[in-house]
């Protein structure tokens, strides 16, 4: 079974016209037609399009800016969906590409865009293990003292001791209220307080222990109460 990503790029290595590249692959022309259309890729013209010279040609041959400070990748895919870029007989990925022209070194390991836009190759927006690295100790230097047991991966039941089902039983009074240990029970302040915008008094009277236990957890935590 010959993939659209195939199809992709013996249209976009040589100047090929959509029948040539049916034959060669032995598909059929108007799946070819679609392919080109989907990848964004002119139609044939005999001679018309010339071949580039340069990796900074075939680059910016490739890409369109959009809105956003985005660049949209319009030429073929590897078969992983990771932008392909080709010289010749030579190619790289679009992103190791664009992040060499952007920092001005090699990308190290997996490198991919965080921006959020569909395989974005603007340089500034993507992302290398070292950057990768350097931002998630940033966002751990910041995190306050103590809140590190909030933001459990997403689908996880059990969080750093914490039964996070038995919590959100006790949070949402869902008899028969499980019991809760130390941990589950300081874990709950702290999402109360911060989620479910509770008073102390409140959030003792659900978890069965003192307001003013709330309240020290709560500083423990980094957390004011904000209330008056
Ligand atoms: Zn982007």
């Not at 659209?4 to 059929?28: C, F, K, W």
């Amino acid at each position: 079974m010959i993939t659209r990503e195939e199809i992709a790029a013996a249209l976009d290595g040589t100047d090929r016209s959509n029948l040539d590249v049916a034959r060669t692959l032995g598909v059929g022309p108007a799946r070819v037609r679609r392919v080109r259309a989907a990848a964004g890729l002119p139609p044939y013209q005999r001679g018309r399009r010339r071949s580039c010279a340069t990796w900074e040609e075939a680059f910016a041959a490739r890409t369109v800016a959009v809105e956003g400070g985005h660049l949209q990748w319009t030429g073929p895919l590897s078969e992983h969906g990771t932008p392909l870029l080709r010289l010749g007989l030579e190619a790289e990925t679009a992103y190791r590409y664009a992040f060499r022209i952007h920092h001005g070194r090699e990308a190290e390991g997996k490198t991919n865009p965080t921006c959020g836009y569909p395989r974005c190759v603007a340089g500034g927006h993507l992302e290398d293990r070292v950057i990768r690295e350097e931002r998630r100790a940033e966002e751990e230097r910041r995190r306050p003292k103590g809140r590190g047991l909030l933001d459990p991966p997403a689908g996880a039941t059990w969080h750093r001791d914490v039964d996070l089902i038995a919590v959100e039983r006790v949070m949402r009074g869902a008899q028969p209220l499980p019991v809760l240990n130390e941990a589950e029970q300081r874990y709950a302040v702290v999402v109360m307080t911060r989620d479910a915008d509770l008073g102390a008094e409140e959030i003792g009277e659900r978890l069965g222990i003192a307001a003013r236990t709330v309240v020290r957890w709560r500083d423990e935590a980094g957390l004011s109460d904000g209330r008056p």
